[in-house]
């Protein structure tokens, strides 16, 4: 892997984890509730860039820095679990499983849509 593969990844996955913070944070803002919207639209979001470059069948390279940089920082599986532990810890069970399951079923869907959406 080149050394520029290396500053890209580094630059793009800085690039992605600004857009989280941002996106996350307007919706937030603007959505108040326990229920964490940012990131479920976030890794929704993010499950559909990533579908539409897997479809659109990218050089190697090219989806190394703009799926797994730019997207895979964008995207975040572990404030997704932190989030479902603390809506479970408040007494939000409800939330906590429709949080588990709704994210799990819009990144499924998201994925297959843009993966088809892709390889059009």
């Given at each position: 892997?080149?050394p520029?593969?290396?500053?890209?990844?580094?630059?793009?996955?800085?690039?992605g984890?600004?857009?989280?913070?941002?996106?996350?944070?307007?919706?937030s803002?603007?959505?108040?509730?326990?229920?964490?919207?940012?990131?479920?639209?976030?890794?929704?979001?993010?499950?559909?860039?990533?579908?539409?470059?897997?479809?659109?069948?990218?050089?190697?390279?090219?989806?190394?820095?703009?799926?797994?940089?730019?997207i895979?920082?964008y995207?975040?599986f572990?404030?997704?679990?932190?989030?479902?532990?603390r809506?479970?810890?408040?007494?939000?069970?409800?939330?906590?499983?429709?949080?588990?399951?709704?994210?799990?079923?819009?990144?499924?869907?998201?994925?297959?849509?843009?993966?088809?959406?892709?390889?059009l």
């Amino acid at each position: 892997m080149s050394p520029w593969v290396w500053v890209g990844v580094a630059v793009l996955g800085g690039v992605g984890a600004c857009a989280r913070f941002a996106v996350d944070g307007a919706i937030s803002t603007r959505i108040r509730t326990p229920f964490p919207v940012g990131t479920l639209v976030v890794n929704a979001s993010g499950a559909f860039i990533l579908g539409v470059l897997w479809g659109a069948h990218l050089a190697p390279d090219a989806l190394l820095l703009a799926g797994t940089a730019t997207i895979g920082s964008y995207t975040t599986f572990s404030t997704w679990m932190l989030e479902t532990q603390r809506l479970a810890e408040d007494g939000l069970l409800r939330s906590a499983t429709v949080n588990l399951l709704l994210s799990l079923a819009l990144g499924l869907a998201f994925a297959a849509l843009g993966h088809w959406l892709g390889g059009l």
